[in-house]
């Protein structure tokens, strides 16, 4: 059964116009004053999230984003100082590029947010997915076999440095700790200062190009997933759920469908569904001028993925359109009956997710708008997901 409710934000400042007649994306030069307001931005989607029981606000990390697409490079910094400002919302990273890191500086603030939040942060890794941030932060990305061995060892040495009070590594990429002299003797092993006071730390990763090495290295150390969007009947949703079910079966544990994942989708809320799938529009568009050309949107031509970028031809290109979105599961519009009624059919389809993301970062949907959905949200449905809960409870469900 369904009970946390989250929401993904992926760092976005608020522009004036979205979609293929708005500004192209390489044209959005912001201020630097402009690029910091996502801090206040943030703040004030978490205060909306806190009030109304939310269980975790996740956020992206993301590098020298100067379209002001994603302007947060310290998702640990910035939760320490979103538990400020709230009562009980966690705060995760939805991912941190562990490539983009020395592995033991993201241990070590991983580690620090944990206990100067009490407790509120969450961590989820993944492997980049822009070559401007992992390749200028001196890892590989464009080789993407070098990027998957290199991630893989760097989680490798941060779970081992959470887990044991002093330790030592040596790998392809990593030597540790250093030989050197320390008063008198040799360094042998290390310890990570601090280290978590919650453990072990749950780590969570996304389910994206779903070869068979990535769910044996999440089955192998323990990693939940999380699912994107495509939730549809028979959708990539299920078909990977599925997968991940099945690896974790062959490592000896028994789950049931959606069992230790997350399923993600984008919301907008409006008075009936043909308001809210209009209103849409402009923000599903923007979404494409971003991600297409990041060679994140399946199955487009390059002659597509051009199209976006040019509002002449965009709306002739045969792009995939906010009503393809919806039938995929990726986008549930309407009001709040009807986003409770998709997220109940959902539960339906995964009887074991407990998790779900109802926005996915949102990189088309200005942030004020985000907050109106989550207040909705907030208001309406989630008292009807909270009473259910209380009411399987009692019958002992």
């Excluded at 890191?101 to 989820?124: C, K, M, N, S, Y």
Aim: hydrophobic share 40%; glycine share 10%.
């Amino acid at each position: 059964m369904i009970t946390k409710i989250d929401s993904f934000f992926g760092g976005h400042i608020e522009f004036e116009t979205n979609g293929f007649n708005a500004t192209p994306l390489l044209e959005r030069n912001p201020s630097n004053e402009h690029l910091a307001s996502i801090f206040d931005e943030t703040r004030k989607i978490a205060q909306v999230m806190d009030r109304h029981g939310f269980d975790t606000l996740w956020l992206a990390e993301h590098h020298f984003q100067r379209e002001g697409y994603g302007g947060i490079p310290s998702i640990p910094m910035l939760a320490v100082y979103l538990a400020q400002h709230t009562e009980s919302l966690s705060f995760g990273s939805f991912f941190n590029t562990v490539p983009a890191w020395h592995p033991l500086r993201l241990a070590e603030d991983v580690a620090t947010a944990d206990i100067l939040t009490r407790g509120r942060f969450r961590f989820g890794i993944g492997r980049g997915y822009i070559a401007r941030e992992v390749e200028t932060l001196g890892s590989p990305l464009l080789d993407n076999e070098a990027n998957r061995e290199l991630f893989e060892e760097q989680v490798e040495i941060i779970l081992k440095s959470w887990n044991q009070h002093s330790f030592s590594h040596h790998g392809k990429h990593y030597d540790l700790p250093a030989r050197v002299p320390y008063r008198g003797g040799q360094v042998e092993e290390i310890t990570l200062v601090p280290r978590p006071l919650n453990l072990p730390v749950e780590v969570w990763q996304p389910i994206t190009s779903a070869t068979q090495r990535g769910y044996d290295f999440m089955a192998k150390h323990g990693i939940k997933g999380v699912l994107a969007g495509g939730s549809a009947p028979g959708g990539p949703a299920e078909k990977m759920a599925r997968q991940y079910q099945e690896t974790l079966a062959r490592a000896g544990r028994k789950t049931k469908l959606g069992e230790d994942l997350a399923v993600g989708f984008q919301i907008h809320m409006a008075d009936t569904v043909e308001k809210a799938e209009a209103e849409s529009i402009p923000f599903y568009e923007e979404l494409l001028k971003l991600l297409a050309p990041l060679d994140r949107i399946r199955g487009l031509t390059e002659d597509q993925i051009r199209a976006t970028e040019d509002p002449a031809k965009a709306p002739h290109a045969g792009l995939p359109t906010i009503h393809n979105a919806i039938q995929e599961g990726t986008w549930f519009c309407g009001p709040p009956d009807h986003i409770l009624d998709k997220i109940q059919e959902l539960e339906e389809r995964f009887p074991g997710l407990d998790r779900v993301f109802v926005h996915i970062g949102g990189p088309g949907i200005p942030p004020s708008i985000i907050r109106q959905d989550l207040e909705w949200f907030g208001q309406e449905v989630m008292p009807a997901l909270k009473a259910r809960t209380r009411t399987a409870a009692t019958a002992g469900v």
